[in-house]
């Protein structure tokens, strides 16, 4: 059985700040981690993957995660948020071998103020 | 590239209707999933396709959830009958198996049943 936490169910930042968005995870086997951006009446759109190398990954719009095994965590990044980068962030896991059957996180909002 | 198109956006039902819900996964995606999002649940795997094949029902799902694939490239949810508890919004995704490649969503359809 695999789980997935985002602790915060919301962070409110202004326009330019950095932002870091957590995600912890519980697995045994070998985990496949990404995630998944949702605005208002929209479907889920992937930012960027995890499975194996370098645990930093780089995704669309400047946003970066980074794989911490010790820390089962898989945290979200960006440098200097803009206001369109406000909407739901969903972190997920799937077993490696079936990358599509997603278990996900309850979700953070991120609202981005002027 | 068309992405993962679903009809239709929305949907509202009497309760004890049949509703059939559509997907068109991404051309050459042999993956299809279907999930159901609320605000309480969060994101739940409701069924999944390999090659055509279902291969998960998710079992809290079965007795009044039915979804099909009769061709590689359509795939229908159907609700039968309708409960208000099934006011949703059902998510179509699909990827290709084996490529370490996170799924592609569709925009959704929102349920609403009275």
């Known amino acids: 059985t695999q789980t997935v936490s985002q602790s915060d169910a919301h962070v409110t930042v202004f326009e330019g700040d950095s932002v870091e968005l957590r995600c912890n995870y519980s697995?045994?086997?070998?985990?496949?981690l990404s995630w998944y951006i949702q605005h208002h009446g929209r479907g889920l759109q992937f930012l960027l993957k995890?499975?194996?190398?370098?645990?930093v990954v780089q995704g669309v719009n400047g946003f970066e995660a980074e794989f911490s095994k010790s820390d089962s965590s898989f945290h979200l990044r960006k440098a200097s948020v803009h206001w369109s980068d406000s909407a739901v962030y969903f972190c997920?896991?799937?077993?490696?071998?079936?990358?599509?059957?997603?278990?996900f996180g309850d979700g953070t909002v991120l609202t981005v103020k002027p | 590239d068309a992405g993962v198109t679903q009809t239709p956006r929305h949907e509202v039902a009497e309760k004890g209707q049949t509703i059939i819900l559509k997907c068109e996964p991404v051309?050459?995606?042999?993956?299809l999933f279907w999930y159901r999002q609320t605000k309480i649940q969060g994101l739940e795997l409701l069924s999944y396709?390999?090659?055509?094949?279902?291969?998960?029902d998710g079992g809290a799902f079965k007795d009044r959830f039915k979804a099909e694939m009769l061709n590689s490239s359509f795939s229908t949810l159907k609700i039968q009958p309708t409960e208000p508890k099934d006011s949703a919004v059902y998510l179509c995704?699909?990827?290709?198996?084996?490529?370490?490649?996170?799924?592609?969503f569709g925009e959704g359809t929102r349920l609403s049943v009275l």
């Open positions: 396709f390999r090659s055509k094949s279902l291969m998960e």
């Open positions: 697995y045994g086997g070998s985990i496949y």
């Open positions: 997920a896991v799937s077993a490696r071998a079936n990358t599509g059957k997603l278990t």
């Open positions: 051309s050459g995606h042999n993956d």
């Open positions: 995890y499975y194996s190398g370098n645990p």
């Open positions: 995704a699909s990827s290709l198996t084996g490529n370490n490649q996170a799924p592609l």
